[in-house]
């Protein structure tokens, strides 16, 4: 009996055109400077932070772009041999719903405590610096679980074979 296996989402990457590739590098790099920037990870003279870079918000800002340059890259259109319509159907709003989310939780996670409006008018300072600063791992580590699912569930989406009724 010769069974045969479902192909593993990511090896719907292989199947990507150089134009889908260059947009994923695009966007990538926009979503760190979007994250960076403002948040200062990045030396800038706009912004500024009152506290100290911590040494995981590098990696996290570096996965936030990497996830984020892939999971809008699979907006891109593309004839594949595994390609669906993506933009069709409500599956394809939830994983751009969740990366979404995740990107924005990255913002606060790798932001300065005391620097961010939301949380020191949430907290005070010392509110920022007692609750909020402690929590900013666990928000990272969730804004990248966040990613990965949202690109997973896209990269699956891309692979599945798609079921029409029977007439």
Request: a positive charge; glycine letters at 10%; hydrophobic letters at 50%.
């Amino acid at each position: 009996m010769q069974t045969t296996r479902t192909p593993r989402p990511w090896t719907a990457l292989r199947t990507w055109s150089a134009r889908r590739w260059w947009v994923a590098i695009g966007a990538g790099l926009g979503t760190m400077l979007i994250v960076a920037l403002p948040t200062a990870v990045i030396p800038n003279p706009i912004f500024g932070r009152a506290i100290e870079v911590t040494w995981w918000s590098y990696p996290v800002v570096i996965l936030t772009g990497v996830l984020g340059g892939l999971l809008l890259a699979t907006y891109i259109k593309e004839p594949a041999p595994y390609a669906q319509d993506a933009d069709s159907g409500e599956q394809a709003d939830r994983p751009l719903t969740l990366g979404a989310v995740g990107g924005l939780v990255s913002f606060f996670a790798v932001g300065c405590p005391v620097c961010n409006k939301i949380v020191l008018i949430a907290l005070g300072a010392s509110g920022a610096m007692t609750w909020f600063a402690p929590i900013q791992p666990f928000l990272a580590l969730a804004s990248v679980v966040l990613m990965g699912w949202a690109l997973h569930a896209r990269l699956k989406g891309e692979i599945s074979c798609s079921i029409t009724p029977a007439s």
